[in-house]
T-cell receptor, first 112, second 115 residues
Framework: QKEVEQDPGPLSVPEGAIVSLNCTYS??????FMWYRQYSRKGPELLMY????GNKEDGRFTAQVDKSSKYISLFIRDSQPSDSATYLC????????????FGKGTKLSVKP | KAGVTQTPRYLIKTRGQQVTLSCSPI?????VSWYQQTPGQGLQFLFE???????NKGNFPGRFSGRQFSNSRSEMNVSTLELGDSALYLC??????????????FGPGTRLLVL
């Protein structure tokens, strides 16, 4: 079992839809949870960062962490064609600075 | 502030050769991490350097090595290249504090093709 599991998609939605992206993990030591967005031929760009459990909102993006279920989510409201990219979840344990464990990414396409 | 830069952006090598990739972190950042990204395995952690010392290492063979200089710039070397080393190699920098996981900022990557 991989440490981090993420549905690779692809996921295709119409413009304006609410998108839900998810990851599950097995290592209970993970405390830092991130979502990155990667456009084709570019490096990953940090979208959301959450420490431990809870919700965090930033504009159209909401990140949720449920440590009891070992499950994290990213919600995108009012999705736009410019949101079309691959979304990667990443996480790390305390003391493992610099070492992020990534999911394989979900490719999202938002159709106009 | 300039972002993370990586050189070269594209590279073609043949099996058995070696290659050196370079990464310049964001000014003031002292930690540099290297990742390999392939379609099959996704993003995998190679190693992390802080103040010229390797602080963390992933599960890659010894053919993969790195170093960091006093100005925080880092190089990664792969010796005796194999076809399976074809990948996008990403470098990420952060301030490098130990208190908690800090935000890592990624460069655009070096795309390596091994023939």
């Amino acid at each position: 079992q991989k440490e981090v599991e993420q549905d690779p998609g692809p996921l295709s939605v119409p413009e304006g839809a609410i998108v839900s992206l998810n990851c599950t993990y097995s290592n209970s030591a993970f405390q830092y949870f991130m979502w990155y967005r990667q456009y084709s031929r570019k490096g990953p760009e940090l979208l959301m960062y959450t420490y431990s459990s809870g919700n965090k909102e930033d504009g159209r993006f909401t990140a949720q962490v449920d440590k009891s279920s070992k499950y994290i989510s990213l919600f995108i409201r009012d999705s736009q064609p410019s949101d079309s990219a691959t979304y990667l979840c990443a996480m790390s344990a305390k003391g493992s600075q610099g070492n992020l464990i990534f999911g394989k990414g979900t490719k999202l396409s938002v159709k106009p | 502030k300039a972002g993370v830069t990586q050189t070269p952006r594209y590279l073609i090598k043949t099996r058995g050769q070696q290659v050196t990739l370079s990464c310049s972190p964001i000014s003031g950042h002292r930690s540099v991490s290297w990742y390999q990204q392939t379609p099959g395995q996704g993003l995998q952690f190679l190693f992390e350097y802080f103040s010229e010392t390797q602080r963390n290492k992933g599960n890659f063979p010894g053919r993969f090595s790195g170093r960091q200089f006093s100005n925080s710039r880092s190089e990664m070397n792969v010796s005796t290249l194999e076809l399976g080393d074809s990948a996008l190699y990403l470098c990420a920098s952060s301030l490098g504090g130990l208190a908690e996981q800090e935000t890592q900022y990624f460069g655009p990557g070096t795309r390596l093709l091994v023939l």
